[in-house]
């Protein structure tokens, strides 16, 4: 059976490759893993049938016959997990590159999704100007960390991993900004991740959607 995963029908990333589902996408390019994608509307995101599948009314979900997964890390996850390519056999690396997998959601994400929430949502704001460098700051304080750990490496731990997938893919959101290009090796880094045959399909794929809906 095929897996299906649900993605925007009308995504708010302007074909960017911003939008959650495109991790999804990318994780299953790169073990080969044939999907098929249900567009969904903000509406129906809010109707019984998909919150059955995401109580919280978000994409993407992963449906693979009777089983159903939803939020972005588990995905992917589940799909390294059962298919070769996105994490190391050896035990050691293969729980650093979890440990990635976190780090990328947990720690780096969170002021990433702050400095958005402040340019879109809170930018009619009174205090959105003066909370603005504070959200930069923190972001950059990010940056510089993730910077020197990675230093010249060509991956964070190795091969690539899923751990990289979903560090480029958080990264990817800086790039209008300005601030990911203040370090060189992380831009490259992300170049590196946009290169990959795989997130090119799955880049494709997400921007195709968009246009179709224009």
Do not use: C
């Not at 702050?114 to 990010?142: F, N, Y």
């Amino acid at each position: 059976m095929t897996v299906t995963i649900t993605v925007f029908e009308r995504s708010p990333d302007g074909g960017r490759g911003l939008a959650r589902d495109t991790r999804v996408r990318w994780a299953l390019e790169e073990v080969g893993q044939p999907y098929e994608a249900r567009l969904v509307s903000f509406a129906a995101m809010k109707e019984p049938a998909h919150l059955a599948l995401h109580p919280f009314g978000q994409i993407p979900t992963f449906e693979d016959g009777d089983f159903a997964l939803f939020e972005t890390g588990a995905i992917v996850f589940h799909i390294a997990e059962r298919h070769a390519g996105l994490l190391p056999g050896d035990a050691q690396a293969r729980a650093r590159a979890i440990m990635w997998m976190f780090a990328a959601l947990n720690t780096v994400e969170p002021p990433i999704l702050d400095l958005v929430t402040t340019k879109v949502l809170e930018s009619d704001q009174p205090w959105s100007k003066e909370r603005l460098p504070l959200v930069e700051g923190r972001i950059r304080v990010r940056l510089q960390q993730l910077s020197d750990r990675l230093g010249d490496a060509e991956w964070l731990d190795g091969a690539f991993s899923a751990g990289d997938l979903l560090m480029v893919s958080v990264l990817l959101r800086l790039k209008a900004s300005g601030l990911l290009g203040e370090h060189a090796n992380l831009s490259a880094y992300v170049a590196r991740g946009e290169a990959r045959p795989a997130y090119k399909r799955a880049f494709d794929a997400q921007l195709a959607v968009f246009t179709a809906s224009q």
